[in-house]
């Protein structure tokens, strides 16, 4: 069984920064594309950022201000962000596209992390 378990979120003032981590866990052939989504009160899940075989994507709205990297080995993706805004505020979600032992490869989600932007 394949877990994904978030950690980092929390409450920061405008300006600030946060890094959320991700770890997968359980019996895991290989994962691709690594990313984080995000779902503020009342909108849809918004992709946040993707990496995968080295290349990044960002949404518009963070590009300059958050970073994805990922650290195979600890099958762990993570997201630094930084110069946070109110509107940055939302549920953080991180989704792996994996292959376990007898299963094709499919997409997992963690269970999300509350990020908090105010003053």
């Known amino acids: 069984q394949v877990q994904l378990v978030e950690s980092g979120g929390g409450l920061v003032q405008p300006g600030g920064s946060l890094r959320l981590s991700c770890a997968a866990s359980?019996?895991?052939?290989?994962?691709?594309?690594m990313g984080w989504y995000r779902q503020a009160p009342g909108k849809q899940r918004e992709l946040v950022a993707t990496?995968?075989?080295?290349?990044?994507n960002y949404a518009d709205s963070v590009k300059g201000r958050f970073t994805i990297s990922r650290d195979n080995a600890k099958k762990t993706v993570y997201l630094q962000m930084n110069s946070l805004k109110p509107e940055d505020t939302a549920v953080y979600y991180c989704?792996?596209?994996?292959?376990?032992?007898?299963?094709?490869?499919?997409?997992?989600w963690g269970q999300g992390t509350q990020v908090t932007v105010s003053s």
């Open positions: 359980g019996s895991i052939l290989s994962i691709g594309v």
């Open positions: 990496t995968s075989g080295g290349s990044k």
């Open positions: 989704n792996a596209d994996i292959r376990t032992i007898g299963v094709a490869t499919r997409g997992y």
